[in-house]
């Protein structure tokens, strides 16, 4: 599977942004899907994740009640929308694909990341 994110950018403090990630080739071996972000000088981090239904959704505490994830499986799309940024969200912002189908933060495959700049 390969995964292309985008939607990134520079944001003042408050605003918002939507990520997109499309995936291509063995679409039909995707069970859950995912965004991941890394910040400069810090490990990778899960922020949201979702199953293959879209059902059931799962957040990092610290994005919870301000970012959103969504899937659309008929155009093989993972969104992720993002209100009420904060300086501290800023990062490179991974999307993933697993072939799990439940909630989890195993994946297999990853996209190339996009830059989220927050100012204050």
């Known amino acids: 599977v390969q995964l292309q994110a985008s939607g990134g950018g520079l944001v003042q403090a408050g605003g918002s942004l939507r990520l997109s990630c499309v995936a291509s080739g063995r679409t039909n071996s995707i069970g859950r899907m995912g965004w991941f972000r890394q910040a400069p000088g810090k490990e990778r981090e899960f922020a949201a994740g979702?199953?293959?239904?879209?059902?059931?959704?799962d957040y990092a505490d610290s994005v919870k009640g301000r970012f959103t994830i969504s899937r659309d499986n008929a155009k093989n799309m993972v969104y992720l929308q993002m209100n009420s940024l904060k300086p501290e969200d800023t990062a490179v912002y991974y999307c993933?694909?697993?072939?799990?189908?439940?909630?989890?933060?195993?994946?297999?495959?990853w996209g190339q990341g996009t830059q989220v700049t927050v100012s204050s």
């Open positions: 979702i199953t293959w239904s879209g059902s059931s959704t």
């Open positions: 993933a694909s697993g072939r799990s189908y439940g909630l989890g933060k195993l994946f297999d495959d």
